[in-house]
């Protein structure tokens, strides 16, 4: 993944060392300041014979684009999963993949309609030894520029409407018949017979057919593939100017969308009971210690996550006692509770949250505040597998406009759904933070709107 950097800055948005990529800046906002989809992905489709090198011309883009969280989405992943007759059809060479009946283009143009919302989907993995989708899929998450590659990129109607760009590569046959043959005995385990045979059996009538005539449906023909370094400038060019256009300033709209607004009753506080408001003296008080500072801190945060607790889903259940007698009581009445840390105050809630849920799962999303435009951005994210099931409890210790919570949120919203049933906890925020978050659950140890004008 990379940043997006002016067009006139000479350092560098990455820092490489012998072992590690290390990106120093992230994706901006994807969305308005109430936290709806405001913006989508730009996808660009690149169309080509096989071999003719789309992939080395999306990797020079990329490369070349210096932006956030691009993604490379290649045709090979949406082949139809094959029939035990057309399996061995495939193991003797006699099955065409270079036709459109080949591929799964409902998938494809489901799965690239998400990407353009800036959701999360899952891509297949398909084998071509075993010609086979894997049993693991791979996550992939929402992008600012979508690289989409293909033999038959330009062949659905469906999925052409969802293309800003339209690249067609253009390579010699015989370049494409030495790479092909190069690609599938090293890579896919073929002999050279049989690559040979499907070539001429194939290949070269499907792009006859099938492939060469939508060159004409493509914006910019790149001939001689990845070597045409001009065409891919002026590729980058445009995707620059139509990024720019589709700038966001969130931060700024937030701190002032939902002033003189009642506060959501999706709003909690931590009772102010003597116990808290004495908690609350002693941390604030400028004379308190580092030692006592902590201390305190972590009882807050503690029953923080208790009362986190009480909003999550619960049904009657009744066990027995060692005494015989049946009791009833309560149970959590979900799949599971997973917490994710907006990095890096909220990290320090993590201790709190283990020791209430036993073996509670933990994600990390790494949000910063990009020095130039004061807006927030995403560089780094870790969720488990399948936390769209889970219900969720995102943890954040200070809170001003609320804008990398909402980004928080953003990341959390995957599949289809646009409303989470999360517990957002934070240690001391304004009101701001928590109007600008009204569709899901908002839990303050206290409401500080006062403290924002001090910090």
């Keep these: 993944r990379k940043r997006t950097t002016s067009q006139c800055k000479s350092e560098p948005p990455l820092l490489r060392t012998s072992k590690r990529t290390i990106y120093t800046a992230g994706r901006p906002p994807w969305y308005n300041e109430h936290g709806t989809q405001s913006k989508e992905a730009f996808v660009i489709g690149l169309c080509g014979g096989s071999a003719s090198g789309k992939t080395t011309v999306a990797r020079k883009i990329i490369e070349a684009l210096d932006v956030p969280w691009v993604v490379l989405l290649s045709m090979d992943s949406f082949y139809k999963v094959l029939t035990p007759e057309q399996q061995v059809t495939a193991a003797s060479n006699d099955y065409n993949f270079d036709h459109p009946d080949a591929f799964d283009f409902g998938l494809l143009a489901h799965t690239l309609r998400k990407l353009k919302l800036g ?191 009480s909003f999550l889903p619960s049904e009657s259940h009744i066990v027995q006692t060692p005494q015989g007698e049946d009791y009833e009581g309560r149970t959590f009445h979900g799949k599971r509770i997973t917490g994710v840390s907006i990095l890096r105050a909220g990290e320090t809630m993590e201790p709190a949250l283990r020791a209430v849920c036993k073996d509670v799962r933990i994600g990390k999303i790494l949000i910063q505040t990009n020095q130039d435009t004061g807006e927030p951005e995403l560089h780094y994210l870790r969720l488990p597998k399948d936390i769209g099931e889970d219900h969720v409890i995102l943890m954040d210790c200070t809170v001003s406009t609320g804008a990398a919570a909402m980004m928080a949120v953003r990341v959390l919203l995957v599949g289809d759904s646009d409303e989470l049933h999360h517990v957002i906890l934070m240690d001391c925020t304004v009101s701001t933070g928590a109007a600008a978050m009204m569709a899901v659950r908002v839990l303050l140890v206290g409401d500080s709107d006062g403290l924002h004008h001090v910090y």
Excluded: C
Excluded at 141 to 164: R, W
Excluded at 177 to 206: H, M, S, W
Excluded at 287 to 301: A, G
């Design 119 to 309: 959701k999360s989907v899952k891509i297949p993995v398909y084998d071509f030894t075993t010609h086979g989708r894997q049993k693991d899929w791979k996550t992939v998450y929402g992008a600012s520029v979508i690289i989409f590659e293909g033999i038959m990129a330009f062949a659905d109607k469906e999925l052409l409407q969802l293309l800003d760009m339209k690249i067609f590569v253009e390579t010699d046959s015989d370049i494409r018949l030495v790479r092909r043959l190069q690609r599938d005995i090293t890579e896919r385990g073929r002999d050279i017979d049989g690559v040979i045979k499907q070539y001429n059996k194939f290949v070269k009538p499907a792009f006859e057919q099938y492939i060469e005539p939508t060159m004409r449906l493509a914006d910019i023909v790149v001939p001689r593939g990845g070597g045409n370094m001009v065409a891919i400038d002026l590729i980058v060019q445009h995707v620059h100017s139509q990024l720019e256009e589709r700038e966001l300033s969130v931060r700024a709209a937030l701190a002032s969308a939902h002033q003189a607004q009642p506060l959501p009753q999706t709003l909690s506080v931590l009772e102010s009971t003597p116990q808290v408001r004495g908690m609350h003296t002693i941390i604030r008080n400028k004379e308190t210690s580092r030692d006592e500072f902590i201390f305190y801190s972590k009882r807050l945060m503690r029953l923080l996550i208790e009362r986190a607790l």
